[in-house]
């Protein structure tokens, strides 16, 4: 029997920007799309939802009206699971704080984005001057907010998909503006810092460099960005997009450099819709240096996109059993991932006729 290559045996894979393993099984995946039938929406598209909380002129859950907006519209969350100002408390003096029993207060804002006022859109259907549009306020919300004094981190993300928990059709997202890094880009600092002092070089620099080089998890790219399937994703088509210019924030960035990443956006997003011909769900996220007015040299400007889905329209992939005890898991390799997602076509699939 020839012996298999080192990527068709059981394996872990390294994170190094997370510092985790992902363990790879690839023998047990049998081509996992074949037979697979792709699953076509029909087409019962609504432009204007009268009972849509986000469409243009409607009334929101607490009351507030939106206005007749024609771009991209803003508001505070009525909802927000963070606030800017600290409620007074009246037992401030019993908040644990040891090493068994630890609280401390959490300050911040939480917005909503309406990415554009037609309710049937998506990243990948939308316009590219329409998603530069969007790219545009993320920035201006990442300046606005990042410079107040207690807000360190500003997380810009969107779920897509009542698969992952999206409330609401109407392309959105939404900003939280918080006072403590979060866990995520905390690890992702310590990592990148960590690398930086001993290498003297970026890490995600080095690490895209080496993805060029080999070509073989790219998706797609353009002057500007690299869309890929990283060595250690975790979900099935997970993708991250990566600058190619170290740059922390999208404040750094030009216009030009701006457009290129809404067209990768919608690059990749169409990509994600038309392979199972569905609106691909899924949980993306930008990653920008902290806003702890520090100087971040070691941080990298890159987007996280984390789908559910595995072999079609409604097979999902569950994190639990062994990954909730143990650790991540995954059959299909990234290789055959990034492979799949970069052979489809880069025009929409409802656009084709
Ligand atoms: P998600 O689809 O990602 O859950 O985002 C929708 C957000 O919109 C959610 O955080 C807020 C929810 O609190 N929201 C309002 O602010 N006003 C409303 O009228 C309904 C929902
Ligand atoms: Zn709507």
Not at 254 to 273: C, N, P
Not at 289 to 298: A, G, I, L, N, Y
Not at 305 to 311: A, C, D, H, N
């Amino acid at each position: 029997m020839t012996p298999s290559s080192w990527q068709q045996v059981p394996h872990r894979r390294y994170n190094p920007l997370r510092r985790q393993w992902v363990l790879v099984s690839p023998h047990r995946t049998q081509r996992p799309w074949q037979g697979e039938v792709a699953k076509t929406e029909p087409n019962t598209a609504i432009h204007y939802d009268p009972s849509c909380y986000l469409c243009p002129g409607n009334t929101r859950a607490d009351g507030h009206r939106n206005p007749k907006y024609d771009g991209v519209f803003i508001f505070d969350n009525d909802y927000a699971a963070l606030l800017p100002d600290m409620p007074e408390v009246s037992d401030r003096n019993d908040v644990p704080h040891d090493d068994l029993l630890r609280a401390e207060p959490e300050r911040g804002t939480c917005r909503v984005v309406c990415f554009h006022p037609d309710h049937d859109l998506t990243l990948a259907r939308m316009l590219p001057v329409d998603i530069q549009r969007v790219v545009e306020a993320w920035t201006a919300q990442t300046a606005e907010l990042g410079q107040q004094p207690e807000i360190n981190y500003v997380q810009i993300f969107e779920n897509r998909g009542a698969m992952m928990g999206a409330s609401n059709p109407h392309p959105h997202c939404q900003v939280w503006a918080i006072e403590h890094i979060p866990d995520e880009p905390q690890a992702e600092l310590i990592a990148q810092r960590e690398y930086h002092s001993a290498h003297g070089s970026c890490l995600l620099c080095d690490y895209l460099k080496r993805e060029v080089q080999l070509a073989r998890r790219i998706v797609c790219e353009n002057d500007a960005f690299v869309a890929l399937v990283p060595f250690w994703a975790v979900w099935p088509f997970e993708a991250m997009v990566l600058a190619r210019r170290h740059v922390g924030s999208l404040t750094e960035m030009d216009a030009t450099q701006q457009s290129s990443f809404a067209d990768i956006l919608k690059q990749l997003t169409t990509r994600y819709d038309n392979l199972f011909e569905t609106s691909f769900p899924y949980t993306m996220g930008l990653h920008q240096s902290p806003t702890d007015k520090q100087p971040h040299p070691e941080w990298h400007f890159h987007a996280h996109f984390y789908p559910p889905l595995l072999r079609s329209a409604t097979v999902r992939k569950f994190m639990v059993g062994f990954e909730m005890l143990g650790m991540p898991q995954r059959d299909i390799t990234p290789e055959s991932a990034a492979e799949r997602l970069r052979a489809l076509s880069a025009i929409h699939y409802t656009l084709k006729s």
